[in-house]
Every structure is written in structure tokens, then in C-alpha cells.
């Protein structure tokens, strides 16, 4: 099963166990590091905790060795998005419109890859950020990835 495959019957089971919970699916990767890891990232009003993530993943787990779809060895671990989360999904700039945000961009412009801003308004091709009072259009396209400003 292909990377998208695998992240889209994952995303539809975990959608199907948190049915009548509190907790979303925030977003679900299967990624070759070192070795293959299969990513799903939860979430829920106060933010989820070891024992959420434990439910979900045993859950989870059965569902996988039952219809094994993922041929190759993988590590399975279950999580909060952390702090600095990714931004993907329309309902994640909803949800966050106004935050700052922290931009990675394929290509420079002017001259940078990366911006600190405070998440505007986005439409299905442009997401808009204010940089110094400044907005800024960027083309979805263009972004690499969007994470939730975190200052230490």
C-alpha cells in the first residue's frame, strides 16, 4: 500500500474510533526516517493525555494486525500534536486564525523561506499572514509547511 493509501484508510479507522468522543484526528503520517513510522496526532479540548493515546492506539493496533495493509516493519505511535503544531486542514486556520504562525516556503521570496506572523485570512489558494503589520498572500502552493508559533 502506497504512503497516501496507508494515511487514508488510518485517518478513516481512527475517525471511526473516536466516534462519540471528545478527541479529533488531527492529522495522520507514515513516514521513512530510519525506519518506517506510522504518525497519528490527536487532539481535544484540553489536549489528550497518555491514556487517550493508549486507548487509540490499541484500538488501532487490533485493526491493523486483523487487515494488515502495511507490508513493510513499522513503529505505531499515537500523540498530541505538541505546542508547535502543524497547520494542514481549513478548520486548523480557522480554529487558529489571529495566532502566530511560523511559514517554511519552498522558494524565497524576498529573499527569505521563513516567516513569523500572526495567521490571517486564507482562501483555497492563498493563506495571508501579518508580518510586521504587513500582510503577506502567500499561494498555498508555496508553502512547505505552517506550525503554530511557539516562543520559549
Known amino acids: ?39 497519528v496526532y ?18 488501532l493496533s487490533e485493526v491493523l494486525d486483523a487487515e494488515d495493509p502495511i507490508k513493510e516493519n513499522y513503529l505505531l505511535e499515537v500523540s498530541s500534536p505538541g505546542l508547535d503544531r502543524v497547520l494542514k486542514k481549513d478548520k486548523d486556520f480557522v480554529r487558529y486564525q489571529g495566532a502566530d504562525v511560523d511559514v517554511q ?17 486564507f482562501t483555497d489558494t492563498t493563506i495571508t499572514i501579518q508580518v510586521d503589520e504587513t500582510p503577506l498572500v502567500l499561494e498555498r502552493s508555496a508553502i512547505a509547511q505552517i506550525r503554530l508559533h511557539f516562543e520559549f
Open 1 to 39: 500500500m502506497k504512503r497516501e493509501a496507508v494515511e487514508e484508510f488510518v485517518s478513516s479507522v481512527v475517525e471511526g474510533i473516536l466516534e462519540g468522543t471528545e478527541m479529533e484526528l488531527v492529522d495522520v503520517e507514515y513516514v521513512r526516517e530510519r525506519d518506517w513510522y506510522l504518525r
Open 105 to 121: 516556503l519552498f522558494k524565497p521570496v524576498d529573499g527569505k523561506k521563513q516567516f513569523t506572523g500572526a495567521l490571517g485570512e
Open 42 to 59: 490527536l487532539d481535544k479540548p484540553g489536549g489528550v493525555d497518555l491514556d487517550d493515546c493508549q486507548i487509540v492506539s490499541e484500538k
